[in-house]
């Protein structure tokens, strides 16, 4: 295999995989240059070769941009539903109470991209300000909301993790960025009749896609990641 730019030097393949995983960040700030609809199937139907049990592939996606993404955004902002009000009715994302380590890593991440944006701990209208524009999926040119069969059992939405991460991956292999949302969940009954999304369907998340904008603070962020001898043990 060869390099698309350098085409008499062999590729070090794992070097273009890991490169690809490891840039992959949730960016919060996106141009507004478009993403043609055959990069965004390319990109689909390259993660649609994600596992799943028995091959069920779980997943179903709703890609949106202009009028109908703006759409989203008025139902959700104009609902009167403020973020920390918002009904987790569906599924739960995070537990009913933190605790470590996972109460240190939530609050750092928090504090460092309200840092980065000059948000102070009590700018309370700031930081909301800042989640809504999750609503807008951060003015990237494409917004995906995916959605589950609510019939399918836990298996399925771990394999649904796993299609997510490759959408994300597939994305960094054309210069393209991302931001997986979970924050779309809680709002399903404004998201519903704007898409469609027959009742039998569970909201997961969404997922912000486009070109990063350099300039922004947000995402100049880079979050932390837990050693591997916090999380694995060698079993001989």
Request: charged share 30%.
């Amino acid at each position: 295999m060869l390099a698309p730019d350098k085409k008499t030097e062999p590729v070090d393949e794992a070097e273009f995989v890991d490169e690809a995983i490891v840039s992959r960040r949730s960016v919060r700030a996106f141009l507004p240059d478009p993403v043609d609809d055959a990069t965004i199937r390319d990109i689909l139907k390259v993660a649609s070769r994600a596992p799943s049990g028995t091959n069920m592939q779980p997943w179903k996606v709703y890609v949106t941009k202009g009028a109908r993404k703006r759409a989203i955004a008025d139902a959700i902002l104009n609902s009167g539903i403020r973020a920390e009000k918002a009904e987790w009715d569906e599924y739960k994302y995070y537990p009913d109470q933190f605790f470590e380590p996972y109460l240190a890593r939530r609050r750092a991440v928090g504090f460092d991209l309200y840092g980065a944006l000059g948000i102070g701990r009590r700018d309370v209208d700031r930081m909301r300000a800042q989640h809504d524009r999750n609503f807008v999926f951060f003015d990237a040119p494409v917004g995906m909301i995916f959605t589950i069969d609510r019939r399918l059992n836990k298996g399925s939405w771990i394999d649904y993790g796993m299609f997510l991460q490759s959408i994300m991956i597939a994305a960094r292999g054309r210069g393209l960025h991302t931001c997986p949302q979970a924050a779309f969940a809680p709002y399903h009954r404004q998201i519903r009749p704007v898409l469609g999304i027959p009742d039998e369907e569970i909201v997961v998340c969404g997922m912000a896609l486009g070109y990063e904008d350099e300039t922004k603070p947000e995402n100049s962020l880079r979050t932390e990641r837990a050693e591997l001898e916090e999380f694995v043990t060698f079993v001989e």
